[in-house]
């Protein structure tokens, strides 16, 4: 059965996790409606796509500190009126994608058929389902990484947050490992931040793998090889 994540595959995950097209923007809209005027989804979603894809695709060429909000209606061609209807100001529209995918990310790993893997299995689906979700969402990881500096002190210590919980879920899922005898390692915590680091690097050096012509799957087994290596797993 082609199920994520008793299968580990990106065709597995595209099935069980749908995070682009419509169903993204549908998220996108959940997660945001409150603070919209716009309360119907099917005028919200269009504009909603327009809005944060030409916000990345700003950020991207000029950064989002130097974009300002008449930019992002000339890129979208949306009036600033309607703009407004969606998001109040700069400081909202990062705050919504940081929170989106946090939420995200969130729902992914804490899912109920993740958690009741084995320690070394429920690894496996947490390193190659974030290399897979970086992938599907490569713009909203980048942008949450390399914009935080020059966001709020909140929004700062939102994306702090979210890679300190990432840290938390490996690490405990080390520590099942140790308790079963699977692992036995020290630093746990070490550990558990350069696995983060490692993942980190697969959206923010997309250039250089592109250079060694590194596939997917290639860098996710390599990154779960090494973790494993690092607690020094011992195959019952």
Not at 72 to 83: D, F, P, V, Y
Not at 176 to 201: H, K, P, W, Y
Request: charged share 25%; with cysteine; hydrophobic share 40%.
């Amino acid at each position: 059965m082609n199920r994520w994540p008793q299968t580990i595959s990106i065709d597995a995950f595209r099935d069980t996790w749908v995070l682009e097209g419509e169903p993204l923007w549908r998220r996108v809209f959940d997660t945001h409606r409150e603070k919209m005027q716009i309360k119907s989804p099917q005028i919200a979603l269009g504009n909603l796509e327009k809005i944060f894809t030409c916000t990345f695709k700003l950020a991207n060429s000029k950064g989002f500190q130097a974009m300002s909000l008449r930019d992002l209606s000339r890129e979208t061609g949306i009036s600033m009126g309607g703009l407004y209807a969606y998001i109040g100001s700069k400081d909202d529209l990062a705050a919504a994608i940081e929170e989106v995918l946090r939420k995200t990310i969130d729902d992914v790993m804490s899912d109920q058929a993740v958690i009741d893997l084995s320690p070394v299995h429920r690894l496996k689906a947490i390193i190659y389902g974030d290399i897979y979700m970086n992938e599907i969402m490569h713009q909203w990881y980048y942008f949450c990484y390399l914009e935080a500096k020059g966001l709020s002190r909140e929004q700062r210590e939102a994306a702090m947050q979210m890679e300190i919980k990432f840290d938390e879920r490996i690490l405990e899922t080390f520590t099942a490992g140790v308790e079963q005898g699977l692992f036995t390692a020290d630093r746990l915590e070490l550990i558990a931040a350069n696995t983060t680091s490692m993942l980190q690097q697969w959206y923010l050096k997309r250039w250089k793998f592109g250079l060694l012509a590194t596939r997917i799957d290639d860098y996710a087994a390599f990154v779960f090889d090494i973790t494993l290596r690092n607690l020094r797993y011992q195959d019952a």
